[in-house]
């Protein structure tokens, strides 16, 4: 049951981000100011945004499935807090590597979709581990002690 309830929640919170800083962000301000490479629409721009922002995401949920397995199996010791920001780096990474391998080139206009693109999974894994740890890891990310103290 904790791993139904860390899932939907998980979910829940990458597709709130996604929505929030991939579909408004590209159909509100891209979709009227990108200006893509002479042998791309709009839309098909506006869609190689929108799979890498859910592709981040994706990076985001693999990364907060591996902390959590941490979590229900931790019982003690060193080393917790070291792999906590070992997984916010490699969601980092992999966020940023997405959004410009997947991402079309264009001309001008992208404004922020790299930058959004490229923080949606460490945003977004470090939401789940504050937010959605396992019980004997919820102090660890930054600020889980004011959250749950």
Same mark, same amino acid.
């Given at each position: 049951?904790?791993?139904?309830? !860390?899932?939907?929640?998980? @979910?829940v919170t990458l597709y709130v981000l996604w929505l929030l800083? *991939?579909?408004?962000?590209?159909?509100? $301000? =891209?979709?009227?100011? #990108?200006?893509?490479?002479?042998?791309?629409?709009?839309?098909?721009?506006? +869609?190689?945004? $929108?799979?890498?922002?859910?592709?981040?995401?994706? %990076?985001?949920? #693999?990364?907060?499935?591996?902390?959590?397995?941490?979590?229900?199996? $931790?019982?003690?010791?060193?080393? *917790?807090? &070291?792999?906590?920001?070992?997984?916010? #780096?490699?969601? %980092?990474?992999?966020?940023?590597?997405?959004?410009? =391998?997947?991402?079309?080139?264009a001309q001008e206009g992208t404004g922020l979709s790299f930058?959004? &693109?490229?923080?949606?999974?460490? @945003?977004?894994?470090? =939401?789940?581990?504050?937010?959605?740890?396992?019980?004997? @890891?919820? !102090? *660890?990310?930054? =600020?889980?002690?004011?959250? +749950?103290?």
């Amino acid at each position: 049951m904790k791993w139904i309830t !860390f899932f939907v929640k998980s @979910v829940v919170t990458l597709y709130v981000l996604w929505l929030l800083a *991939i579909y408004l962000y590209g159909d509100f $301000y =891209l979709a009227d100011n #990108i200006v893509p490479e002479a042998d791309v629409e709009i839309d098909e721009w506006l +869609h190689s945004y $929108y799979l890498a922002g859910g592709i981040a995401a994706f %990076a985001g949920l #693999i990364c907060s499935t591996i902390w959590f397995y941490f979590g229900i199996n $931790y019982s003690g010791g060193s080393g *917790i807090g &070291v792999t906590h920001t070992i997984l916010w #780096i490699v969601s %980092a990474i992999a966020s940023f590597l997405i959004a410009f =391998l997947v991402i079309d080139s264009a001309q001008e206009g992208t404004g922020l979709s790299f930058f959004f &693109v490229g923080f949606l999974a460490p @945003v977004g894994y470090y =939401l789940n581990s504050l937010i959605n740890s396992a019980e004997a @890891v919820k !102090f *660890i990310p930054p =600020l889980g002690e004011r959250l +749950h103290g």
